[in-house]
């Protein structure tokens, strides 16, 4: 099996600050609950929910795509953890 190398696009810190202000703004607008962490870190797993990021092995990679913030976020991207409940 040959190790894949697969390239990982971060956000910028101001990418990431759009991000959430866009989920706060969709907050406001719509009158939806607020699940997402406003400090963006998701609770079980700690990695930035509007952020991208390389998961799994050098073997098996995959890239974990964040949030854009234009849609209401109920879980994390990344390990999948729930924040409705």
Known sequence: MEKQNIEVI??????????KNDQVKLWEEKS???????????YRCGRDIYQNYLLGTHWEPKISNGH???????????CHRSFCD
């Open 68 to 78: 854009d913030g234009k849609t209401l976020v109920t879980g994390c991207p990344h």
């Open 10 to 19: 971060k956000k910028s810190p101001e990418e990431l600050q759009k991000c």
């Open 32 to 42: 939806y609950p607020d699940f997402a962490p406003r400090s963006g870190k998701c």
